[in-house]
């Protein structure tokens, strides 16, 4: 069975630049989370969608950050403008049910450097 | 007061040695319990649920202390392959909240 595919897996961008993001979840989990994790810290969660609805983003910074679950499938990360602590690795999970109860899958991450 | 609390390490032990780490967690109204391995540059993978009874998987045992809102990995006849972080994850309302993470080295 596929994991969770995430790309790029490394990007490098200056401040002010904007970036995406792009999560293919495990075919069939309804629901999809974004992790942002800074270096020598555990995962933050900044969004939760169950299908195509957001069920928790109240720990996204919205200014600069959005995301979007079309068609309840992929999703897609945004941030612009970047800043220089939005370096970190952000980590796509996926999950059969919601609520957390059930087994997350995580993607290999992609790491962004903001210059 | 952080919502998961643990000693982010490292712990340096020989291979064979048993190890313990511990993690505290904040909000009582937590119900689920878990702890997940991550490796250097890799993603986090769950590792075991913790359950109130504790429960043990191979050389893995994981404990739960409502009381003292403190959970528990302890790893016995550790092994090279053993070095990670191992991150404490407590479900808050409907999403995890993980650790910082202990990090853990088995030298040979």
């Known amino acids: 069975e596929a994991g969770v595919a995430q790309s790029p897996r490394y990007k490098i961008i200056e401040k002010r630049q904007s970036v995406a993001f792009w999560c293919n979840p495990i075919?069939?989990?309804?629901?999809l989370y974004w992790y942002q994790q800074i270096l020598g810290q555990g995962p933050k969660l900044l969004i939760q969608?169950?299908?195509?609805?957001?069920?928790?983003d109240s720990q996204l910074p919205k200014d600069r950050f959005s995301a979007e679950r079309l068609k309840g499938v992929d999703s897609t990360l945004k941030i612009q403008p970047a800043k220089l602590e939005d370096s970190a690795v952000y980590l796509c999970a996926s999950s059969l049910l919601s609520g957390g109860v059930d087994t997350q899958y995580f993607g290999p991450g992609t790491r962004l450097t903001v210059l | 007061r952080k919502e998961v609390e643990q000693d982010p390490g490292p712990f340096n032990v020989p291979e064979g040695a048993t190890v313990a780490f511990n993690c505290t967690y904040s909000?009582?109204?937590?119900?689920?319990f878990f702890w997940y391995r991550q490796d250097c540059r890799k993603e986090p993978k769950l590792l075991m649920s913790v359950y109130s009874s504790g429960n043990e998987d191979g050389r893995f045992t994981a404990q739960l202390n409502r009381a003292s809102q403190y959970i528990s990995l302890l790893i016995r006849d550790s092994k090279l392959s053993d070095s990670a972080t191992y991150l404490c994850v407590v479900k808050g309302f409907q999403k995890l909240v993980f650790g910082t993470g202990t990090r853990l080295l088995v030298s040979p």
């Open positions: 075919s069939g989990h309804a629901t």
């Open positions: 909000n009582s109204a937590s119900q689920s």
């Open positions: 969608f169950q299908n195509n609805g957001v069920v928790d």
